[in-house]
């Protein structure tokens, strides 16, 4: 496949897979712009792969095939990539490109399909602590490859994209709880669940969603200071690059603002934003992209999950 057509089809990927921040990506440079989208596309491809769909919709290209069989053949491909040999799947030549030319270490790949290893062996989530470490997995760490695409070697500056990464999932989670439930998963710690009486097996049944709505708001309180990190981390960013960040950074909050909002009705439509609210948010964007220039970066809270050390 051509330079152009890879391109082509890491962004049919983003419109396809991820509204939210297929907007914001728009303000990266033409070559981070690259980057992110086909390293989004390798991301979208595995996730795909995994739940037997093409773009998020029902695939029979899998059928047959076991879970554990597609994620054998996802780290047999990844490899591939890491050593250089041709690629002919999109996906895997696009990721080629990206880990080469940004030097992306093969850990944060294979930390990363750990995530979809957790959904095939129908990890339970105890804690908040486990649901952390399942955050971490499947999109912290797509939020250090993505700094990495940017240029950030800062080991602290790392710290707040994967925070800002662990935000956007637990903003999803809470957005996606009975979407998961009736895939038969459920990311929620199962004391939360057993503090409001919630049947872990069914959690996403009608009679329940007042209870499940707590839960959700919980769990969007607990993305807000991750999100306040992420915010402090733009300063170590180049300019275009902490402008898209800001503005996925507020597109994604928002929707957890308005699961919080919609309490038991949260799941009766997918909660999302707007063209003019993505707009509106752009603006606000530029607006925190300022702001972190001129006024000093806090430290990170104290009692954030932390990403494992290297």
Same mark, same amino acid.
């Given at each position: 496949m051509?330079?152009?057509?890879?391109?082509?089809?890491? @962004?049919e990927?983003m419109?396809?897979?991820?509204k939210s921040?297929? @907007?914001?990506?728009?303000?990266f440079?033409?070559s981070?712009?690259?980057? =992110?989208?086909m #390293?989004?596309?390798?991301?979208?491809? +595995?996730d795909d792969?995994? *739940?037997?769909?093409?773009?998020?919709?029902?695939s029979?290209e899998?059928?047959?095939v076991? %879970?554990?069989?597609?994620?054998?053949?996802?780290?047999?491909? @990844?490899?591939? =990539?890491?050593?250089?040999a041709?690629m002919?799947e999109p996906?895997?030549a696009?990721?080629q490109?990206?880990?080469i030319r940004?030097?992306?270490?093969?850990?944060?790949?294979?930390?990363?399909?750990e995530g979809? %290893?957790?959904?095939?062996?129908?990890?339970?989530? *105890?804690?908040?602590?486990? @649901?952390?470490?399942? +955050?971490?997995?499947v999109?912290?760490?797509v939020?250090?490859?993505?700094?990495?695409v940017?240029? $950030?070697?800062d080991e602290a500056?790392l *710290?707040?994209?994967c *925070?800002?990464?662990?935000?956007?999932? !637990?903003?999803n989670? %809470?957005r996606?709880?009975?979407?998961d439930?009736q895939a038969?998963r +459920?990311? !929620?710690?199962?004391d939360?669940?057993?503090?409001?009486?919630?049947d872990p097996?069914?959690?996403?049944a009608?009679?329940q969603?007042?209870?499940?709505?707590? $839960?959700?708001?919980?769990l969007?309180?607990e =993305?807000e200071p991750?999100y306040a990190?992420?915010?402090?981390?733009?300063?170590?960013?180049?300019l275009?690059?902490?402008?898209?960040i800001?503005s996925?950074?507020?597109?994604?909050?928002?929707i957890?603002v308005?699961v919080?909002?919609?309490g038991a009705?949260a799941w009766d439509?997918?909660?999302?934003?707007s063209?003019?609210?993505? #707009?509106a948010l752009?603006?606000?964007g530029?607006?925190? $992209?300022?702001?972190?220039? $001129?006024a000093?970066?806090?430290?990170?809270? =104290?009692g954030l999950?932390?990403r494992p050390?290297?």
């Open positions: 051509s330079n152009s057509n890879l391109m082509d089809h890491a @962004t990927t419109a396809a897979g991820s921040f297929a @907007t914001a990506a728009k303000l440079d033409a981070t712009r690259r980057s =992110a989208l #390293l989004y596309a390798w991301c979208r491809y +595995c792969v995994i *739940d037997g769909q093409t773009l998020g919709f029902a029979h899998q059928d047959g076991s %879970a554990s069989q597609r994620l054998n053949m996802l780290e047999t491909q @990844t490899q591939r =990539a890491f050593s250089g041709p002919s996906a895997f696009a990721f490109e990206v880990a940004h030097a992306i270490p093969p850990r944060l790949a294979f930390d990363h399909l979809f %290893a957790m959904d095939v062996r129908e990890t339970r989530y *105890d804690t908040l602590a486990d @649901t952390l470490r399942y +955050c971490y997995h999109a912290g760490v939020g250090l490859m993505m700094a990495r940017m240029g $950030v070697r500056v *710290d707040r994209a *925070d800002l990464g662990l935000a956007f999932q !637990l903003t989670i %809470a996606d709880i009975v979407e439930a038969g +459920c990311y !929620l710690p199962a939360w669940l057993a503090a409001e009486g919630i097996d069914q959690p996403g009608p009679e969603r007042e209870k499940l709505a707590r $839960v959700a708001q919980r969007v309180a =993305a991750y990190s992420a915010r402090a981390g733009l300063a170590g960013l180049p275009r690059s902490a402008w898209a800001a996925a950074h507020g597109v994604y909050r928002e957890g308005k919080r909002a919609a009705r439509t997918r909660q999302g934003t063209r003019p609210e993505k #707009l752009l603006l606000k530029a607006g925190m $992209v300022v702001s972190s220039r $001129v000093s970066s806090p430290p990170r809270p =104290a999950w932390q050390a290297r």
